[in-house]
């Protein structure tokens, strides 16, 4: 009897041990990618930057003009500095490493880059030997993207399960990097999660100084700095910060306006400032540089949108793709003599326009991997393509006239434009160390 209770106990263990077993072969874990931002403080950034031999140019930048030098940004990186004063055969001289730089603008030799959330100096009196000016910095002013360098291998395999085991606290410091950990776990919801938030300091008034005009730079027409009369004018985000560059070059952040939209890219016009925003174009007077004074606004689809202007009518592209929300690729004119009676008064059909110039009856847009489109604008009701130029990806033009800088995926390109609608290719020059 004892042994065939024993029995009986051996069968329902092995029965109890098989049903476990069978649970939790049956349990489905996955691998889940925790995710922790690396921060940096200003001061270490700071002390990152280095004035290097010339490089290789690896991705497209905003572009400025200045004298006899041209500075194209490398997003993100840096600045390549080249030696325009013969512009049939320019020189690459220098490039200036600079972590968190997108946009930049010069007034009277003092060079003003965005570094991460901060604004930086350089005087550049010797355009060969650019010195950081330290104590110029100002912290924490622009928002900036806190995972500019996040992994993207991540977000596109369908089998990974991101979290964040510490989202980006801005107490901490500067983004700089992203580590992962991976984890089995059991499954349960698990999703891809993102967020973003934007934050600015609030500016200090300080006291308004009077001084000469200054020599400042030319600046293509994605540019989101600009130097109006004592001021420099930036766009962070949502809103239209201004710096008060007093005697001494030192920047002192003034006021703060908001735009009430997602402000991209400023125009200035005689005492206009037109600022293109992901859903419009706004109109500013700025006949006082300390307080610009908003007029109006005029809407269109959501897109990444480039103005300039002549006396009569503005000038947008609109563009679509992964970042700018729509399809919708043209250029659209608009009817400005009214500013408080803003209208559209032709669209023109485009394949990927970026930056655009204009110089009398003509437009130069660069158009992506289509190139360089030249638009007659003599009659703002029918533009029409004229002539079109091949290069690998047109990304932003400056006009100054007779010449035409254009920036592209690889090279700077200058065609002289004394015969428009014909252009004539003076150089194409790699940014590459000779």
């Known amino acids: 009897m004892k042994c065939h209770r024993y029995f009986l106990l051996c069968i329902l263990t092995i029965f109890i041990s098989c049903e476990w077993d069978s649970a939790s072969v049956n349990e489905e874990y996955v691998e889940v990618v925790y995710m922790t931002p690396v921060y940096e403080t200003a001061s270490s950034i700071a002390d990152q930057i280095v004035i290097e031999e010339p490089k290789e140019q690896s991705s497209l930048g905003k572009i400025i003009s200045y004298q006899d030098y041209v500075f194209v940004n490398e997003p993100m990186e840096g600045i390549h500095v080249v030696d325009n004063s013969s512009p049939s055969n320019p020189?690459?001289?220098?490039?200036?490493?600079?972590?968190?730089?997108?946009?930049?603008?010069?007034?009277?030799?003092?060079?003003?880059?965005?570094?991460?959330?901060?604004?930086a100096v350089f005087d550049i009196s010797d355009v060969s030997n650019p010195v950081f000016v330290e104590d110029y910095t100002v912290d924490d002013v622009f928002d900036y993207d806190r995972f500019w360098n996040f992994p993207v291998e991540i977000w596109e395999d369908p089998s990974s399960y991101v979290q964040?085991?510490?989202?980006?606290?801005?107490?901490?410091?500067?983004?700089?990097?992203?580590?992962?950990?991976?984890?089995?776990?059991?499954?349960?919801?698990?999703?891809?999660?993102?967020?973003?938030?934007?934050?600015v300091s609030e500016?200090?008034?300080?006291?308004?100084?009077d001084s000469e005009t200054r020599e400042t730079s030319n600046a293509g027409s994605m540019t989101r700095f600009l130097p109006i009369d004592d001021y420099l004018y930036t766009i962070n985000f949502n809103k239209i910060v201004l710096f008060?560059?007093?005697?001494?070059?030192?920047?002192?952040?003034?006021?703060?306006?908001?735009?009430?939209?997602?402000?991209?890219?400023?125009f200035?016009?005689?005492?206009?400032?037109?600022?293109?925003?992901?859903?419009?174009?706004?109109?500013?007077d700025v006949s006082d540089a300390s307080s610009p004074n908003y007029i109006n606004r005029i809407e269109h689809f959501r897109s990444c949108d480039p103005v300039v202007a002549d006396l009569e009518y503005a000038y947008v592209t609109l563009r679509g793709g992964t970042n700018c929300f729509t399809d919708i690729n043209e250029l659209q004119i608009?009817?400005?003599?009214?500013?408080?009676?803003?209208?559209?008064?032709?669209?023109?059909?485009?394949?990927?326009?970026?930056?655009l110039g204009i110089y009398e009856d003509h437009l130069i847009v660069c158009d992506a991997t289509a190139g360089i489109k030249v638009i007659d604008v003599s009659v703002p009701s029918t533009p029409q393509i004229v002539n079109s130029y091949p290069i690998q990806f047109a990304y932003d033009v400056i006009i100054d006239y007779p010449n035409a800088l254009i920036v592209g995926e690889t090279a700077l390109y200058q065609y002289d434009i004394s015969n428009l609608p014909d252009m004539e290719l003076i150089s194409q020059t790699p940014i590459l160390k000779d």
Do not use: C
């Not at 200090?204 to 100084?209: A, G, I, N, R, Y």
């Open 164 to 199: 964040y085991k510490e989202y980006p606290d801005d107490t901490k410091g500067i983004v700089v990097d992203w580590v992962s950990e991976v984890v089995l776990e059991k499954r349960e919801n698990y999703y891809h999660t993102f967020y973003d938030d934007f934050a």
């Open 334 to 355: 608009i009817d400005i003599q009214n500013p408080l009676d803003l209208s559209v008064v032709s669209r023109k059909d485009l394949f990927n326009p970026h930056g």
């Open 268 to 284: 200035q016009l005689n005492d206009l400032l037109f600022v293109g925003s992901v859903n419009g174009m706004l109109v500013y």
């Open 203 to 209: 500016a200090s008034p300080v006291s308004l100084k």
């Open 244 to 266: 008060q560059v007093g005697s001494d070059f030192r920047p002192n952040p003034w006021i703060k306006k908001d735009t009430s939209t997602q402000a991209e890219t400023l």
């Open 91 to 119: 020189q690459s001289l220098s490039f200036i490493s600079v972590p968190g730089n997108l946009d930049m603008a010069i007034i009277e030799d003092h060079l003003y880059v965005d570094m991460f959330s901060s604004l």
